[in-house]
């Protein structure tokens, strides 16, 4: 019932996760594997970027905290992520990234998959060397002009990170859903080595195409 043929392959209508410190390369990842399974990569962190400009309170709100590292507010996240996947582009499928980053999300998740009898297939999880990711998003911040990829931000995100984030990973490798990836090398090394841990996951049966 949840199969779909295409061209000779079985394609599952995959529901991902992508998670990991900042800077450990989850939307390069996330754009590259999303591409290659023909579903949307959804970032929450793009979502917010684009909506700080807008003329709003909401805007002004987020703006704030994501100048400062924090963590935008739980009922406002789960909203835009609510949104979002109610989109049709997202019902054969997505590929979410930096979210979900609390408990909270990570509960009200669930429940949303749940009410339309859905629900997670992997979470890959990137894993890097804090130090590396600094440097990493340092260099991000002088290339992009990111406005929280400052020295000072980047160490209040990992703070966060280690905090609210790290410990749910936890949950998802009790369920048997986790896929730790190391995350160093290169982007093509990195996209390989995620591809091969997808290929690699029983319950998953993917046609993963490529790189282009
Ligand atoms: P990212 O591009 O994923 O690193 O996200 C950039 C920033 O957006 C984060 O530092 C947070 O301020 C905010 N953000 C992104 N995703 C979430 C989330 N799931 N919950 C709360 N804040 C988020």
Do not use: W
């Not at 703070?159 to 790290?166: F, K, M, S």
């Amino acid at each position: 019932v949840n199969q779909q043929h295409t061209s000779g392959h079985t394609s599952t209508k995959t529901r991902l996760l992508i998670m990991g410190p900042p800077g450990a390369g989850k939307g390069t990842q996330a754009a590259l594997l999303a591409g290659r399974l023909r579903i949307p990569a959804v970032s929450t962190g793009d979502m917010f970027r684009a909506l700080q400009h807008a003329d709003t309170p909401l805007a002004v709100q987020v703006r704030a905290v994501m100048a400062a590292g924090g963590y935008v507010d739980d009922a406002t996240t789960n909203d835009i992520v609510t949104d979002r996947l109610g989109a049709t582009d997202c019902a054969d499928g997505f590929l979410l990234d930096g979210y979900p980053r609390t408990l909270s999300q990570v509960l009200y998740l669930d429940e949303l998959l749940a009410q339309a009898a859905r629900r997670l297939d992997a979470v890959i999880c990137l894993r890097v060397d804090e130090e590396e990711v600094v440097q990493r998003l340092v260099a991000r911040g002088q290339m992009s002009g990111r406005v929280d990829d400052t020295p000072q931000t980047i160490r209040a995100r990992l703070a966060v990170y280690q905090e609210q984030t790290a410990p749910l990973l936890e949950t998802y490798r009790a369920r048997g859903l986790l896929l730790p990836v190391d995350a160093m090398g290169t982007v093509q090394d990195v996209a390989e080595r995620i591809a091969l841990e997808l290929d690699g996951h029983a319950a998953l049966d993917l046609s993963i195409l490529p790189t282009p």
